[in-house]
């Protein structure tokens, strides 16, 4: 194929704006921010987890209160109709002593309950510590997700007007080439999954760094500067400039 000199040295710079959309497309697969957003939200939902258990902890404990609390109730209301019975005066002298000894039952029994009931408060202080360090682990986590995501949308904006800005440069230098010469670009970067064309510098294709020698290098030299060579190695167009050694 031949091609102007001038127009195949525009091939460097097309290959240079993708090389660097290609470096663009790199970072935004590899974006450490993208990491930290997954750490963030990781960290989110346990401590969202914790919490819900110190929640469920505490509504438990409150569960327990109350029915200690009910049967409290119940046991003192048993206890003021055993009294008020006996206060009575229409109790027989044996009733009288099995109200009695019921009485004391009862006494014993609400001493049980209201010393569970002072332990259940204990462990409700403590869940209540618990709950709110919980909560508060889980309002930070919520702002480290936020300021991740905020760090991560900043990059992939800044990576997007990157791209936009190098693939505009990218059209305009490919308006000015031949389209055979283009579509022959087009082909060999797909092959090669980078670039199509690289720099003839010191006798080393730029794209593969395959250095040449002997008759094909001297192939390289006697060529016409509007013939376009290829590199035997790695197939990209090689473009000869001042510093290729020839």
């Keep these: 194929m031949q091609a102007d000199h001038f127009d195949q040295q525009k091939l460097l710079a097309l290959a240079a704006e993708d090389v660097a959309l290609a470096q663009l497309a ?3 697969r590899t974006l450490p921010e ?3 957003v997954e750490a963030a939200l990781e960290a989110q939902r346990t401590a969202s987890d914790d919490a819900v258990r110190a929640e469920t902890g505490v509504r438990d404990l409150d569960r327990e209160q109350k029915r200690l ?3 409290v109730d119940t046991v003192r209301q048993r206890a003021d109709r055993d009294q008020q019975r006996i206060d009575s005066g229409g109790a027989t002298p044996k009733e009288i002593t099995g ?5 004391e039952s009862l006494q014993r029994r609400q001493g049980d309950l209201e010393d569970q009931v002072l332990e259940l408060m204990e462990r ?3 869940a209540d510590s618990a709950l709110a360090a919980a909560q508060a682990a889980e309002a930070a986590a919520r702002t480290e997700q936020e300021r991740a995501e905020e760090a991560r949308d900043a990059a992939l904006a800044q990576i997007a007007e990157g791209e936009q800005q190098h693939t505009a440069k990218r059209a305009e230098i490919a308006a000015t080439v031949p ?3 283009l579509k022959l670009y087009d082909r060999v970067a797909g092959q090669t999954g980078s670039t199509g064309a690289a720099e003839l510098k010191a006798r080393r294709c730029q794209g593969c760094r395959i250095e040449f020698y002997g ?3 001297a192939g390289y030299r006697k060529a016409d500067p509007h013939t376009v ?3 035997e190695n790695c197939g990209r167009v090689l473009v000869r400039t001042a510093e290729s050694g020839l």
Excluded at 99 to 103: A, F, P, V
Aim: glycine letters at 0%; charged letters at 40%; hydrophobic letters at 40%.
């Design 26 to 28: 790199h970072r935004r």
């Design 34 to 36: 993208l990491a930290a």
């Design 69 to 71: 609390e009910s049967d």
């Design 99 to 103: 109200l009695q000894h019921e009485l």
């Design 124 to 126: 409700r202080e403590a």
């Design 179 to 181: 389209a055979d010469l």
């Design 215 to 217: 008759a094909e290098l």
């Design 229 to 231: 060579i290829r590199c």
